[in-house]
């Protein structure tokens, strides 16, 4: 990336330099000179590492500008990563005829790119695009140049990776910048530190892991003034359906298919990006969808394979990030899963979910040993049941201690029939859910609380897990469960309240934590 903004800027100050040499030649012979003189500033910027065509220089200085068209850069073998760079046109506009004799550059407005297209092979980001700080090495021949306003019009870019495939590509960006200091463009410090920086730009497709996913975003827009970033249209795409993506990598995972129509943060100061820092006021997500679906027919990867809790995962990060509230609307999840010997997957859903979560953290951030993370979510559980959940954790403490508070309405368990049949071998004949009540406590090791569960006319059928049917042994185990071990009434006046009680699985994720706890005080009431 500094290679191909250094090709550039040695582009704008060899058309400066011949800007100084047009004001003294006659335009009628004035366009062979000038061309000639562009190659050999720009063959001697580069080192003649890069060949350079063009097709005209238009000099008027009637208009003060100077522009040149359809410009080519092709590298040589000393700079592979680079493929090509191609320009419409640069022009620098507003130039200072008095400059033109009293400096080694003149003074000007703006320069104006128009359609940039690059192409460079994938190599490592430069960390010192967040440094904010210049390194130290400019070039002397630049030093006079004052700030000028940057346009850069309907750009694109690729990069592939070594054996061609596309790695990342965006179809058109659009930039706008003040007070452009170019060598530290040049360095490549600044990026994002430059004042009034508007970005625009359509078409983004990343291939995040080679033949698993792509990200695409349709448009977004950046303001860094009013310090702000939306999204319009930007999806998670799987490559591979549904069964063929776990088989392919060879374990059980989380197959995640996710589309946002709308996304947005505010409140951002890029500035504080030099001191490894960033704070978002608030980050708003619009009718998010989200499918999850999990292969549980083939084996879990080899080894021990621990899933962070928070603490570890604030901690993993170096960089201090914080987002003071995340704002999550009319959103969608679908958890789909297929376990051995059914003969297909089951479903289960929440919908019209509502989320807010304040207070996100990494380790680094300076309010990390003081805030609490919150999340409060109201949803319905598929489609028929209000569910509500509020979580109360304490990411700073190194034992992951936190709380998680739920209630679910009326609820008929057929709803999730589908489910409990084909993963937990459990179908539920007749009976009714008139309310559920749980709060329990978690930590890195346990969990414990309470749960109350009000039903009515609770019937239930086993089935062979090796089956997936009932068989006698199942028979005889229902009459044994609902004539006198199962609870088939669980109402007021002095209904049981179960005890929560599960022992943390490391290889499962948090949110499994939450539903394995709930599962056991579920269990212990219905005894």
């Known amino acids: ?58 000099v008027n200085l009637f208009r003060r500008s100077i522009s040149v068209d359809s410009i080519s850069v092709l590298p040589d073998s000393t700079s592979p990563h680079v493929q090509q760079i191609s320009v419409a046109s640069i022009s620098v506009n507003g130039i200072s005829l008095w400059s033109l004799f009293s400096g080694s550059f003149p003074d000007f407005n703006s320069i104006t790119v128009t359609e940039p297209r690059v192409e460079i092979l994938e190599r490592d980001l430069s960390t010192s695009l967040f440094s904010g700080s210049d390194s130290g090495e400019s070039d002397e021949t630049l030093e006079d140049l004052d700030t000028f306003s940057l346009y850069i019009n309907n750009g694109s870019g690729t990069i592939r990776t070594s054996d061609g495939t596309e790695l990342f590509s965006i179809s058109d960006i659009s930039l706008e910048a003040e ?86 943060l505010s409140g951002m100061d890029l500035n504080s990006l030099a001191n490894e820092h960033i ?42 990030i914080g987002m003071n509230k995340t704002t999550i609307s009319d959103a969608t999840i679908i958890y789909e899963e297929h376990k051995a010997p059914s003969d297909s997957s089951a479903a289960i859903s929440f919908d019209d979910l509502d989320a807010t979560i304040s207070n996100i953290r990494t380790a680094s951030h300076p309010n990390f040993s003081e805030d609490t993370l919150k999340l409060h979510v ?92 009932q068989g006698f042994g199942e028979k005889f185990k229902d009459f044994i469960a609902n004539t006198f071990s199962i609870k088939s009434d669980n109402m007021e006046p002095d209904p049981t309240i179960g005890e929560i009680a599960f022992e943390r699985e490391v290889e499962k994720s948090i949110f499994a934590y939450w539903w394995k706890s709930l599962l056991s005080g579920i269990q212990d009431t219905i005894k």
Do not use: C
Request: charged fraction near 25%; charge should be negative.
């Open 179 to 264: 007070d452009v200091d170019v060598n530290k463009l040049l360095d490549g410090s600044e990026l994002l530190f430059m004042d009034h920086l508007l970005i625009q730009g359509a078409g983004v497709k990343w291939n995040i892991q080679k033949d698993f996913y792509d990200l695409t975003i349709a448009n977004f827009n950046f303001d860094k003034q009013a310090g702000s970033f939306s999204i319009a249209n930007v999806a998670l795409t799987p490559l591979l359906p549904k069964y063929e993506f776990s088989e392919t990598k060879g374990f059980q995972l989380d197959r995640i298919n996710l589309e946002i129509p709308a996304l947005s």
């Open 279 to 320: 704070n978002v006021e608030e980050l708003t997500i619009d009718q998010p969808w989200m499918e999850v679906f999990r292969n549980k027919q083939i084996d879990r990867r080899e080894g021990l394979n621990v899933k962070p809790l928070l603490n570890e995962l604030a901690h993993s990060v170096d960089f201090s």
């Open 1 to 58: 990336m500094k290679k191909v903004l250094k090709v550039l800027s040695i582009i704008l100050a060899a058309t400066l330099i011949i800007a100084v040499a047009a004001a003294f030649i006659i335009p009628i012979y004035l366009n062979e000179p000038l061309k000639k003189a562009f190659i050999e500033e720009f063959n001697q910027q580069t080192e003649q590492n890069y060949q350079l065509d063009f097709a005209d220089i238009d």
């Open 378 to 469: 109201e949803t319905l559980f598929m489609y028929t049941t209000p569910l509500t959940v509020d979580v109360r954790y304490p990411v700073f403490n190194e034992a992951d201690l936190h709380t998680v508070k739920a209630t679910l309405g009326s609820l008929n368990p057929k709803v999730a029939g589908n489910m409990l049949e084909r993963s937990g071998f459990v179908r539920v004949e007749e009976g009714l859910v008139e309310s559920l009540e749980a709060e329990f406590e978690l930590n890195s090791e346990s969990s414990s609380g309470e749960i109350l569960i009000l039903y009515q006319d609770l019937k239930i059928s086993f089935l062979n897990e090796d089956t997936g049917e």
